[in-house]
Nanobody, 125 residues
Framework: QVQLVESGGGSVQAGGSLRLSCAAS????????MGWFRQAPGKEREAVAR????????NYADSVKGRFTISQDNAKNTVYLQMNSLKPEDTAMYYC??????????????????WGQGTQVTVSS
């Protein structure tokens, strides 16, 4: 099973940018999709962006389209989330997740069953 470690969170003013990273280690060869999710206090987990293995297909939540970009570097086993034009409503704990063929949170054709520990993003107005 793959292990996921997120980094890059922090505090930023509205309109600013952050880039989150998700480093994968362990058995990564059966990974079908990678994704970013977020959860704010008192709210349900929200899917943010996903990318198919190989990067051929990406999908975004409507709330982040045009502002966030997901990408991956297969040589480094790392997935990134570039977040631009950040808004206070983007404040949340951000989680990286992987679909390795088992069950889990379903988004489109992906089922995310492996999760990282999260990284906090705080956007002030």
């Amino acid at each position: 099973q793959v292990q996921l470690v997120e980094s890059g969170g922090g505090s930023v003013q509205a309109g600013g940018s952050l880039r989150l990273s998700c480093a994968a280690s362990g058995y990564t060869y059966n990974t079908k999709c990678m994704g970013w999710f977020r959860q704010a206090p008192g709210k349900e987990r929200e899917a943010v962006a996903r990318i198919s293995n190989g990067g051929g297909s990406t999908n975004y939540a409507d709330s982040v389209k045009g502002r966030f970009t997901i990408s991956q570097d297969n040589a480094k086993n790392t997935v990134y989330l570039q977040m631009n034009s950040l808004k206070p409503e983007d404040t949340a704990m951000y989680y990286c997740a992987a679909d390795q063929g088992g069950g889990g949170f379903r988004w489109g054709v992906c089922r995310f069953g492996t999760w990282g520990q999260g990284t906090q993003v705080t956007v002030s107005s």
